[in-house]
Each structure stands twice: as C-alpha cells, then as structure tokens.
C-alpha cells in the first residue's frame, strides 16, 4: 500500500502512531517501526530533554527504521522547556516531528532548518488550513470519535476526513474511531493518505501501559467513554470510570477547573497506566475501543490490518462493480 504519505515519509505502510502522553516510549515505538508503520515517542512523558535524548537513543537500540517525535504544545502556568525539547529532538537526529496542540509556527524554522518533516494534529478543517499555510508537512485530523482532545465543532471523520481532503494540498492522515482494516480502508476512499491510531496501538502486547488497561479497553463498547471539560470549551475523551463520572457531575453544576483539578491531575493518569488501577484517575480511550477485542503484537496487528484492508479492496469492493454483487 503506497500513499503519498508512505513515499514523503519513507515508511512502508499508511499506518501512524501517534503521540500519547505516558505511553508514546521506547517498547512501542521500536515495535511499530518495525512492522513498517510510523511511530512517535512523546517528548513530554520523558521528564527532561535530557531523558528525551535517552529515550530516542533506547529507541534506535531496538529499531534501525524510521520513527518520530511528537511535541505537544499547550498552554500552562508553567510551562515545559519546549525550546529545549525541541533542540534535543533536533541534535537527536529525529527526521519526523508530530506537533500538537497550539500552533507550531513558532518552531517550524528550527524544524525546518534542520531537515526535520512536520505532521500537525488538527480537529478542525480551517486549523488544518492554517498549519498548512505556515509549512507543515502533512497533518493529522482527528475525528469526534477521537481519545484526547476532539476540539469543539463535534465533527465525526465521516464528515471531517473528506472535508480536509478536498480542501488541502498535503497528506492528510485520518485520526479517530479507526482500529482496524475496515478503518484504514474507509479512510482511504475518504480521501486519506494513511491512518493514525492511538487506542488501538494502546492495546498491544508492546505497549508499555498496565495489562489492566489493556483488558478493560477490550471489555470496554464504544460507550464506555465520557467527555469531560465540555464546560470549559477544552472537551476531552476519557475513558468511563468513577472519576470522569464525577467530573461530568461537578461539571454539571457549574464548575471553574479549580474544582475538578484534583480529579483530573496528571499523575494520577499515569497511576491508571502504570498500576492498573483503573479508578485512580482519567484515562484517554477513543470511541474505537468497541471495535477492538484482543491483545496482538504490533507486528501481528499491523500486518493483518493491511493483509485485511487489500482483501477489502481487490475482492469484496471489486466484487461491487463491473461483475456485479458477488455473494
């Protein structure tokens, strides 16, 4: 399967994993490099650049291909060292950069100076416009369905993914609600150069989130989801447990963050992934999680997606034209 995405990137198959924050690490990076598809590390789970620089090294041990970086840039009090951050993903070496969140103009000239190609995560068609009128690559277009953040227009991929694409000049990667063949294909005729998925690379023998989770995204239907910061214009798709409940509770009453800060704390997220304690935080799962129900490696879920998508393509969508409705 080439893409224009496949031969911009030099990977072997439109298929992307794309940053997630405590799960983006060496173990599943290496993994999906290694089955041809492209993977990211996330700058910001390592605590430091430094660590960052250690990580991508650790990486490289496990996999000669090719593999990425994501930088999430978001708004904080205190925020992190991006510039610092993005210097070590730059003396690194790294060649492929996904930035998300706030615009990323800012570092693309350093990006760019060093030879380093940029995939922008977008929810919406007019940001996907604007990434890429300031020189992005290509970008990343989460859907509705998505885990994390789906923006604030509730737009699902059926809509958003062909609307992206009649509009941009770049590949488009389509992101959200997409586990499996039926996805990559979909996405494909929707006018997609390739795919991204977050929960469903969540849930392989490689990732390094708690076989807790794992199970329960497997256990999990396509409701078992909730979203959270929908008061506060910064809607996130979590995971149903107790605490996103009772987040969608308070918020329900009228809420400022303050109020819900010590639910949704980021360390207490890290527990869920790390312990498997299920309850002890939010939890990002995308609505995809209903179409999933095993465990494989990587190397088996990538290859049976693309063995699965070309059955697709050549016999029961050919089998619609021409010759007619095969049985």
Not at 41 to 69: M, S
Not at 80 to 103: D, F, L, M
Not at 280 to 296: F, R
């Amino acid at each position: 399967m080439r893409t224009r995405f496949t031969e911009a990137f030099g990977v072997e198959h439109p298929i992307v994993q794309g940053g997630m924050m405590w799960v983006g690490r060496a173990e599943l990076v290496a993994a999906v490099a290694e089955s041809g598809a492209l993977g990211f590390l996330t700058a910001l789970t390592q605590p430091t650049p430094e660590d960052l620089v250690k990580e991508i090294a650790r990486t490289r041990e496990l996999t000669d291909k090719p593999f990425g970086v994501n930088l999430t840039i978001l708004p904080s009090i205190t925020p992190p060292p991006y510039a610092e951050y993005r210097q070590a993903i730059i003396e690194s070496g790294i060649k492929i950069v996904e930035t998300a969140g706030s615009n990323p103009v800012d570092h693309l000239p350093h990006l760019k100076d060093a030879g380093v190609k940029v995939v922008h995560k977008c929810t919406s068609v007019r940001h996907a416009l604007k990434a890429e009128r300031v020189g992005v690559d290509a970008v990343s277009i989460d859907g509705f369905e998505c885990a994390g953040h789906p923006g604030e227009d509730d737009v699902p991929g059926l809509v958003l993914i062909p609307a992206a694409t009649r509009q941009l000049q770049i590949p488009v990667i389509a992101s959200g609600g997409i586990a499996d063949a039926r996805g990559l294909v979909a996405a494909l005729a929707l006018g997609a150069d390739g795919i991204n998925m977050g929960t469903r690379f969540m849930c392989t023998v490689e990732s390094p989130v708690a076989h807790a989770v794992k199970e329960q995204i497997v256990a999990n239907t396509e409701r078992d989801t909730r979203l959270i910061f929908r008061t506060l214009h910064n809607t996130a798709r979590v995971a149903a447990n107790s605490i996103s409940a009772e987040v969608v509770e308070i918020e329900s009453r009228g809420a400022e963050f303050g109020d819900i800060a010590h639910l949704v704390a980021g360390a207490r997220g890290r527990k869920v992934f790390e312990d498997g304690d299920l309850e002890a935080g939010i939890w990002t799962a995308g609505q995809s999680q209903g179409l999933i129900d095993d465990i494989p490696t990587v190397a088996e879920l990538v290859d049976r997606m693309v063995t699965e998508a070309e059955s697709i393509i050549e016999d029961r969508l050919r089998g619609f034209v021409g010759q007619g409705v095969r049985a």
